[in-house]
Nanobody
């Protein structure tokens, strides 16, 4: 089970960190990802991270601004979001799967959290 948190209403240019805590004792056996869904849009890939955290992938739209990381001792994956833009407004979801893909898609993840709303507006 995945539980995301950390969303909120922020102004453009500021930072926000999302967290996603997973239950269970095999957290390090899962690759993790963040996706987002804006109103009226399909859910899209944001970032993913390998089992140990050594490999990460990002969508072009967030590369250089967002950082995904994980703490396997705390069963937690993070998404540090800097220089937020209004187009980053969406519900953000964390996801997990036992396989790690170089070109992650929504269908590559079997477990999903409930989502946390991020709104970037002045």
């Amino acid at each position: 089970q995945l539980q995301a948190s950390g969303g909120g209403l922020v102004q453009p240019g500021v930072s926000l960190r999302l967290s996603c805590v997973a239950s269970g004792r095999t957290f390090s056996s899962y690759a993790l990802g963040w996706f987002r869904q804006a109103p009226g849009e399909e859910r899209e890939f944001v970032a993913s991270i390998s089992f140990s955290g050594a490999v990460t992938y990002y969508a072009d739209s967030v590369k250089g601004r967002f950082t995904i990381s994980r703490d396997n001792a705390k069963n937690t994956v993070y998404l540090q979001m800097n220089s937020l833009k209004p187009e980053d407004t969406a519900v953000y979801y964390c996801a997990a799967d036992t396989k790690f893909y170089s070109d992650p898609r929504e269908t590559d993840f079997g477990s999903w959290g409930q989502g946390t709303q991020v709104t970037v507006s002045s």
